[in-house]
């Protein structure tokens, strides 16, 4: 898998979290979270970029507010 799909699946992912909590800033540090999570998802197992932004989209939703 290539960068592109890894930016694409984290864009995807943000851009729908965000969508849903217009309260969350666009440097918001789950961000970096997400990005580190999606990037670990890529080593466990091949995926596109719409099943990879699915992972971080539930990841998201996953987090608490303290972890952030």
Same mark, same amino acid.
């Given at each position: 898998?290539?960068? !592109?799909?890894?930016? %694409?699946? %984290?864009?995807?992912?943000? %851009?729908?979290?965000?969508?849903?909590?217009? +309260?969350?800033?666009?440097?918001?540090?789950?961000? *970096?979270?997400?990005?580190?999570? &999606?990037?670990?998802?890529?080593?466990?197992?091949?995926?596109?970029?719409?099943?990879?932004?699915?992972?971080?989209? !539930?990841? &998201?939703?996953?987090?608490?507010? +303290?972890? *952030?």
């Amino acid at each position: 898998m290539d960068d !592109a799909v890894l930016k %694409t699946a %984290t864009e995807t992912a943000w %851009t729908v979290y965000r969508a849903r909590h217009p +309260d969350v800033e666009v440097s918001d540090s789950r961000r *970096c979270l997400l990005e580190r999570h &999606l990037v670990r998802r890529r080593e466990e197992r091949e995926s596109d970029a719409e099943e990879l932004a699915s992972f971080g989209i !539930a990841y &998201l939703h996953r987090l608490s507010s +303290d972890e *952030c």
